[in-house]
């Protein structure tokens, strides 16, 4: 099992920033991927960016040249810097991770709302 937590959620102005964080427990030793999600109301949830073990990464075109995801494998976290965001950013974020079984596991989500 792994259990994850994120924070870094809030209220932020057009054009500005947030980080969030995530921080896995549990049998961290067996996850691979880790990568962030949202879900904007009446929306399907969907891929923000991911990052491997090996600390290759892939983005959704939305987050690409404004996003970086970053994570240390050493203490189990995950984090998403999120620069330039729009109002359609507004959404909850989840972070996930993938297990080498494979298992996937969700955080509990936090929201992020962006005003025009």
């Known amino acids: 099992q792994v259990q994850l937590v994120e924070s870094g959620g809030g209220l932020v102005q057009a054009g500005g920033s947030l980080r969030l964080s995530c921080a896995a427990s549990?049998?961290?030793?067996?996850?691979?991927?880790m990568g962030w999600y949202r879900q904007a109301p009446g929306r399907q949830r969907e891929l923000v960016a991911t990052?491997?073990?090996?600390?290759?990464?892939n983005y959704a075109d939305s987050a690409k040249g404004r996003f970086t995801i970053s994570r240390d494998n050493a203490k189990n976290t995950v984090s998403l810097q999120m620069n330039s965001l729009k109002p359609e950013d507004t959404a909850v974020y989840y972070c996930?991770?993938?297990?080498?079984?494979?298992?996937?596991?969700w955080g509990q989500g936090t929201q992020v709302t962006v005003s025009s």
């Open positions: 996930n991770a993938v297990t080498i079984w494979p298992n996937s596991y």
């Open positions: 549990g049998s961290t030793f067996s996850i691979n991927n």
């Open positions: 990052i491997t073990r090996s600390l290759a990464t």
